[in-house]
Each structure stands twice: as structure tokens, then as C-alpha cells.
């Protein structure tokens, strides 16, 4: 079992080469695997329903349990029971010669690939030659393939049409760090499994049985410790663990010891370091990172760490339940409620992003605490500092922008009262500064006359040839079929002989000229005549009425040589539908070129 004590026969036997605790206290059932809850359910129900796929796709960070999982899977499968009689179960006994010979790796039928290793075609080759033939002594052929993204094109495209249509036989497992890395095709033929990060109480809670088995005494802090440094992967904390324990000189790992071994600094001295950054006290800071650095810290987690409190501090304002509930340990819960209540949003965000910058700076610097301290320094002068907004109310509360005509001193640019605008920009230039600041207010913005919005496409059109764009109210005017119009929006169809900008053109113009923002869409759709289309329909409708007229018809019956023709008048008429009223002859008018 997974922490059973080692035997007297192992006791008293010949030495044997010591095994890491991650290989040591790896999985051999489901019941040991930690922090996978949706995937052992599924895979539960599904060995036990019988409905077992050909297929399974395993995903995850770096040790989470993906090739344990797929090792358990075998085992699952072609597990015969303690008496040979049994078939797939969820808890393979671990005494059959199946489960012993796949646990030791040397299980014929069970054939585990590393893919980063056999990238190409032909490893590929092999697989799908062995798959015809049914397994040796186990009840199905298992193929795990481990870091299967890194096979090539070649390889995946060879293996489709077996992995889709596979003899009942085979099973195949594939394991990946870079999921979006492996085609889509392969895909669709596994059931994918994503194995998600375990979180820091529940590995805290494993390293705390695998002490015990070892016969180690560990801190609860130490452990905490371990559990966040190892970020969810189970087996980068059993190798820290694995470390401290070999550090430890007596059998007790101490919080100490953790953070001397990953260069980590005392939360306490942190959660000072943190409060004396947002009191303005820099010298105090400053001796902080000294203690930090003499003990071993490194610079660059020093910021982590104070990223990771400004963060939990924020957290607490937003969702207060969290500085009251047991997810914190209880000396960053009693900051989350004292230090909180004091800082505001706005000066935790600013502290997170100069963290942040900090953080590029510590690494590209040729001394990284020299980095460290002028970060520090910047982070206590900047407690300072109203917020922006605050600022702003109080010149304009005061009144300050009255006194904008102040006269400024003579002489060079080494003292006096310095005139600055206000903006976003330069007000905390201007809180910092020792010097008395005359702030002068801002000119206002010349005021624009806009043209007034167009109630209609006519009057948009006619808005190009008040502005003098004959070229483009040429177009709107010949090569445009409205399809949808209004204000701030306006969809069209062109012709073929309209310039591809059109659109952009008429949008910017428009904005320009209104003051409001019009969106201009090109579409399929057929749309109505164009405008110029529109007005010779008109033309030719008042030519027919007038011809038809009884008047005219009596004038031309005679004088049979006489003509009916369209005089240019200097009336500019708007383009009306062609259904409209119709028109008495007196009134013939247009604003053609006929």
C-alpha cells in the first residue's frame, strides 16, 4: 500500500538503491490519486458500466498525474483478482502477476511510449504492426504514449486510421503538457481528461502522510510552505519535500529550513516590510531588505511575495468573507482586517503594477537588491501620493484654477513656482513636489460648428456638395443603392465603379462634419435605385403625365411639328418616388443636365 511500513523482510534484507518520494509514494489505484475527483468519477463509472473507450486523452501541468493515471488505467483493465477469476475493476488488487508485472514496467502487452524521444514515423509504424495481433497473456493490448504533442505530422496522420477503428483488443493512452499543440483529428477520436492543478490544502494534507511514513516530523508552516512553492504539481512538491527532509539535521523540518532551502523570506517580516511601504517610512523598508538579504532571500520572490499580499489584501476588500473564513492562515487574516481596512483599491492596484515593473527590473538589473531597494523606494514615496481623483476634487473645491494668472518669477529653472496644466498625467508630479505649485487652468476648446444630422439619404448626399467633395457626392449621387438608413448609421451596396474606400471616406467625413459617429456598412443586398437612377425615373414619370396631359395632347393635335421638352429652371427640387402626385405641365422643372 501507499504508506505502508516497509517490511522486515525489506529490514533485514541487502540495501537496496533509495527511490525519491515521487516514485516512491506514486498512485497504484484510484483511491490514491489526489485531486482529480471529475476524473476518477468518470473513469469510475465508465469501467464499471463497461463503457470503455478506445481512446483517452490526459492533460495537465507538470505532475498532476497524468502517466499514473494512464499506468492505473492498465492496470484497471487487465486486473484478474487475487484468485485469476476477475475482471476490469476500479481497484486492481496489486497481486495478480497483471498488476505486478505493469506496476515493475515490464508487462508485455502493456507498452509505454515517450514521444518525445520516438518522434517519428516509423515508432509509429511499429505500433500499428503490433496492434493486429492480440495481447500475450492480459485481457487488452494497453499503448501509453507519453508527451504525444511532441510527434510529428507525419506520425499523427499515420496513426488517425487505427486509433479511430482499433481491433477491440487495443487501448490506447496518451499523456500532454501542450494540448492545443495536438490535432484536432486525434482529438475527436480520444476521450480527453483535463487534470487540474491540486490545491495547496490538499497537498499540504498528502506531504503531511508521506512525513509520517518516513518517520519525519514536519511543521505545519514548512509544509504550507512546500505546498505553495510546488504550484498544484504533486511531484515538484515531493521532490521539495524529498530535499528538505535530506536538509533537516535532526528528524524535524522546520519552516526555517523550507525557506533558507527555496530562498523564501519570513511572512512576518514580509507582512512589515508591506505595512512600513504603505506608512512612507522607506529607511525602515530599506532595513527589511537587508535582514531579507543577509538570510538569503532572493529579491525577485521578495516581490512575489508582496504581489502575492497585495493581492490576498484586495481580495479581502472585494469579498470580505474571505478575511473572516479559515482559507488564510490567521496571521494574514488579522493584516486582511487591519491593513485592509486602511489601504484603499486604488492604492493596492498601484502597488500591484509597480510590483509588477519591478519584477523586469530586479531581472534585467546587473544587482538585482540594488533593483530591489529602488523599487522599495519608489513603493514608499508613492504611499504618498493622493489618488488622481482626489486631487482633482480638491483644485476644484479650492478654486486653485482662479489664481492661473499669477505672474511667474524671472530666472532659470532652478527654483520659484512652477505653472503646469492639470491633467491625468502630471498630478502626482505636482502632490509630490516641494515647491509650491501654481496651477493654471486649461483653455477651453474652441467650439465647432457641426452641420446639422441628415434626416435623410437625399440630405446626406446633398451634405458631400455643400462641403465641396463633388467627388465623392459624384458617387453616393451615381454608384450607391441604399439599403438601410439611419442617423449615425447607413447601410449601402455600391457598383462596381466605386472606389473600395468609399465607405471608410463617407464614415470619417461624416463624423467630422456632424460631430457624431456614423457607421457606414457595406451590403449584398439589392437595395433601392440609386439617387441618379431615382431622378430620371422622376423625369420620365412627369414627362409621361404631362404628354398625357389633356391640354398638351390638344396643343400637339394642332400643331402636329411641335415638341414637348424640359426646360432648366434654377429651383433645385428634391428627388421624389416615382408613385408621387402628378405634376401639372406648368410646373415641368429639373435640375438635369437636359
Given at each position: 500500500m501507499l504508506f505502508a511500513d516497509m517490511t522486515e523482510t525489506e529490514t533485514n534484507a541487502a540495501p537496496v538503491a533509495y527511490r525519491v518520494l515521487a516514485r516512491k509514494y506514486r498512485p497504484t489505484n484510484f483511491?490514491?490519486?489526489?485531486?482529480?475527483?471529475?476524473?476518477?468519477?468518470?473513469?469510475?463509472?465508465?469501467?464499471?458500466?463497461?463503457?470503455?473507450?478506445?481512446?483517452?486523452?490526459?492533460?495537465?501541468?507538470?505532475?498532476?498525474?497524468?502517466?499514473?493515471?494512464?499506468?492505473?488505467?492498465?492496470?484497471?483493465?487487465?486486473?484478474?483478482?487475487?484468485?485469476?477469476?476477475?475482471?476490469?475493476?476500479?481497484?486492481?488488487?496489486?497481486?495478480?502477476?497483471?498488476?505486478?508485472?505493469?506496476?515493475?514496467?515490464r508487462h508485455v502487452d502493456v507498452l509505454e511510449m515517450d514521444a518525445a524521444s520516438r518522434t517519428g514515423v516509423d515508432d509509429i509504424r511499429d505500433i500499428i504492426d503490433g496492434v493486429r495481433?492480440?495481447?500475450?497473456?492480459?485481457?487488452?493490448?494497453?499503448?501509453?504514449?507519453?508527451?504525444?504533442?511532441?510527434?510529428?505530422?507525419?506520425?499523427?496522420?499515420?496513426?488517425?486510421?487505427?486509433?479511430?477503428?482499433?481491433?477491440?483488443?487495443?487501448?490506447?493512452?496518451?499523456?500532454?503538457?501542450?494540448?492545443?499543440?495536438?490535432?484536432?483529428?486525434?482529438?475527436?477520436?480520444?476521450?480527453?481528461?483535463?487534470?487540474?492543478?491540486?490545491?495547496?490544502?490538499?497537498l499540504q494534507a498528502h506531504f503531511k502522510r508521506v512525513s509520517l511514513a518516513e518517520k519525519m516530523e514536519t511543521e505545519d508552516e514548512a509544509l504550507a510552505l512546500i505546498a505553495r512553492a510546488a504550484d498544484g504539481s504533486v511531484r515538484d512538491g515531493l521532490s521539495l519535500l524529498d530535499q528538505a527532509i535530506a536538509r533537516a539535521e535532526t528528524k524535524t523540518v522546520t519552516a526555517d529550513d523550507v525557506r533558507a532551502m527555496l530562498g523564501l523570506a519570513d511572512r512576518a517580516q514580509l507582512i512589515t516590510l508591506f505595512e512600513a511601504l504603505h506608512v512612507g517610512t522607506p529607511a525602515k523598508a530599506l532595513d527589511i531588505a537587508s535582514e531579507l538579504r543577509a538570510l538569503g532571500a532572493d529579491p525577485l520572490v521578495i516581490l512575489h511575495d508582496l504581489a502575492d499580499i497585495a493581492h490576498t489584501l484586495t481580495r479581502a476588500k472585494i469579498s470580505p468573507q474571505l478575511?473572516?473564513?479559515?482559507?488564510?492562515?490567521?496571521?494574514?487574516?488579522?493584516?486582511?482586517?487591519?491593513?485592509?481596512?486602511?489601504?484603499?483599491?486604488?492604492?493596492?492596484?498601484?502597488?500591484?503594477?509597480?510590483?509588477?515593473?519591478?519584477?523586469?527590473e530586479v531581472q534585467q538589473a546587473p544587482d538585482s537588491h540594488q533593483a530591489l531597494e529602488m523599487v522599495l523606494i519608489r513603493l514608499s514615496y508613492a504611499?504618498?501620493?493622493?489618488?488622481?481623483?482626489?486631487?482633482?476634487?480638491?483644485?476644484?473645491?479650492?478654486?486653485?484654477?482662479?489664481?492661473?494668472?499669477?505672474?511667474?518669477?524671472?530666472?532659470?529653472?532652478g527654483g520659484g513656482t512652477q505653472a503646469m496644466r492639470v491633467t491625468g498625467?502630471?498630478?502626482?508630479?505636482?502632490?509630490?513636489?516641494?515647491?509650491?505649485?501654481?496651477?493654471?487652468?486649461?483653455?477651453?476648446?474652441?467650439?465647432?460648428?457641426?452641420?446639422?444630422?441628415p434626416e435623410t439619404f437625399q440630405a446626406l448626399v446633398n451634405l458631400?456638395?455643400?462641403?465641396?467633395?463633388?467627388?465623392?457626392?459624384?458617387?453616393?449621387?451615381?454608384?450607391?443603392?441604399?439599403v438601410?438608413?439611419?442617423?449615425?448609421?447607413?447601410?449601402?451596396?455600391?457598383?462596381?465603379?466605386?472606389?473600395?474606400?468609399?465607405?471608410?471616406?463617407?464614415?470619417?467625413?461624416?463624423?467630422?462634419?456632424?460631430?457624431?459617429?456614423?457607421?457606414?456598412?457595406?451590403?449584398?443586398?439589392?437595395?433601392?435605385?440609386?439617387?441618379?437612377?431615382?431622378?430620371?425615373?422622376?423625369?420620365?414619370?412627369?414627362?409621361?403625365?404631362?404628354?398625357?396631359?389633356?391640354?398638351?395632347?390638344?396643343?400637339?393635335?394642332?400643331?402636329?411639328?411641335?415638341?414637348?421638352?424640359?426646360?432648366?429652371t434654377k429651383v433645385k427640387e428634391e428627388v421624389i418616388d416615382t408613385a408621387s402626385k402628378d405634376a401639372d405641365v406648368s410646373e415641368l422643372s429639373f435640375n438635369d443636365e437636359e
Amino acid at each position: 500500500m501507499l504508506f505502508a511500513d516497509m517490511t522486515e523482510t525489506e529490514t533485514n534484507a541487502a540495501p537496496v538503491a533509495y527511490r525519491v518520494l515521487a516514485r516512491k509514494y506514486r498512485p497504484t489505484n484510484f483511491d490514491e490519486l489526489i485531486g482529480q475527483d471529475v476524473l476518477v468519477r468518470t473513469l469510475t463509472n465508465a469501467i464499471e458500466s463497461g463503457r470503455l473507450a478506445q481512446a483517452y486523452m490526459l492533460t495537465g501541468v507538470r505532475g498532476v498525474g497524468k502517466t499514473t493515471t494512464a499506468r492505473i488505467i492498465a492496470r484497471s483493465l487487465n486486473c484478474i483478482g487475487a484468485d485469476g477469476k476477475g475482471g476490469p475493476t476500479i481497484k486492481p488488487c496489486g497481486v495478480c502477476p497483471n498488476c505486478e508485472a505493469i506496476t515493475q514496467d515490464r508487462h508485455v502487452d502493456v507498452l509505454e511510449m515517450d514521444a518525445a524521444s520516438r518522434t517519428g514515423v516509423d515508432d509509429i509504424r511499429d505500433i500499428i504492426d503490433g496492434v493486429r495481433y492480440g495481447p500475450v497473456s492480459a485481457r487488452y493490448k494497453v499503448y501509453i504514449i507519453d508527451e504525444v504533442h511532441m510527434l510529428s505530422k507525419n506520425a499523427f496522420n499515420a496513426l488517425l486510421k487505427t486509433l479511430e477503428e482499433p481491433p477491440p483488443h487495443t487501448k490506447f493512452v496518451f499523456a500532454t503538457t501542450e494540448i492545443r499543440k495536438v490535432p484536432v483529428t486525434v482529438l475527436s477520436r480520444c476521450q480527453r481528461f483535463d487534470l487540474r492543478r491540486v490545491d495547496a490544502e490538499l497537498l499540504q494534507a498528502h506531504f503531511k502522510r508521506v512525513s509520517l511514513a518516513e518517520k519525519m516530523e514536519t511543521e505545519d508552516e514548512a509544509l504550507a510552505l512546500i505546498a505553495r512553492a510546488a504550484d498544484g504539481s504533486v511531484r515538484d512538491g515531493l521532490s521539495l519535500l524529498d530535499q528538505a527532509i535530506a536538509r533537516a539535521e535532526t528528524k524535524t523540518v522546520t519552516a526555517d529550513d523550507v525557506r533558507a532551502m527555496l530562498g523564501l523570506a519570513d511572512r512576518a517580516q514580509l507582512i512589515t516590510l508591506f505595512e512600513a511601504l504603505h506608512v512612507g517610512t522607506p529607511a525602515k523598508a530599506l532595513d527589511i531588505a537587508s535582514e531579507l538579504r543577509a538570510l538569503g532571500a532572493d529579491p525577485l520572490v521578495i516581490l512575489h511575495d508582496l504581489a502575492d499580499i497585495a493581492h490576498t489584501l484586495t481580495r479581502a476588500k472585494i469579498s470580505p468573507q474571505l478575511a473572516q473564513g479559515q482559507a488564510l492562515p490567521e496571521l494574514e487574516r488579522n493584516v486582511a482586517q487591519t491593513l485592509g481596512a486602511k489601504l484603499s483599491l486604488p492604492a493596492l492596484t498601484r502597488t500591484w503594477q509597480m510590483l509588477l515593473k519591478g519584477m523586469s527590473e530586479v531581472q534585467q538589473a546587473p544587482d538585482s537588491h540594488q533593483a530591489l531597494e529602488m523599487v522599495l523606494i519608489r513603493l514608499s514615496y508613492a504611499a504618498d501620493l493622493p489618488p488622481p481623483g482626489d486631487l482633482i476634487k480638491k483644485i476644484q473645491e479650492s478654486g486653485i484654477a482662479d489664481h492661473a494668472s499669477a505672474p511667474r518669477p524671472n530666472g532659470g529653472g532652478g527654483g520659484g513656482t512652477q505653472a503646469m496644466r492639470v491633467t491625468g498625467s502630471n498630478l502626482a508630479v505636482a502632490a509630490s513636489s516641494p515647491q509650491p505649485i501654481a496651477v493654471r487652468a486649461q483653455a477651453p476648446a474652441p467650439e465647432v460648428n457641426y452641420a446639422a444630422m441628415p434626416e435623410t439619404f437625399q440630405a446626406l448626399v446633398n451634405l458631400f456638395e455643400e462641403k465641396k467633395e463633388i467627388t465623392l457626392y459624384s458617387h453616393l449621387y451615381s454608384e450607391v443603392h441604399l439599403v438601410k438608413f439611419a442617423q449615425g448609421s447607413l447601410e449601402i451596396r455600391v457598383t462596381d465603379r466605386a472606389p473600395q474606400n468609399l465607405a471608410g471616406k463617407v464614415s470619417q467625413l461624416l463624423g467630422e462634419w456632424t460631430g457624431k459617429r456614423w457607421v457606414v456598412t457595406l451590403s449584398k443586398e439589392v437595395g433601392a435605385p440609386t439617387l441618379s437612377e431615382s431622378m430620371k425615373a422622376h423625369k420620365a414619370a412627369r414627362m409621361h403625365n404631362a404628354e398625357n396631359h389633356p391640354l398638351v395632347r390638344a396643343v400637339l393635335a394642332t400643331f402636329p411639328d411641335a415638341k414637348l421638352t424640359a426646360l432648366r429652371t434654377k429651383v433645385k427640387e428634391e428627388v421624389i418616388d416615382t408613385a408621387s402626385k402628378d405634376a401639372d405641365v406648368s410646373e415641368l422643372s429639373f435640375n438635369d443636365e437636359e
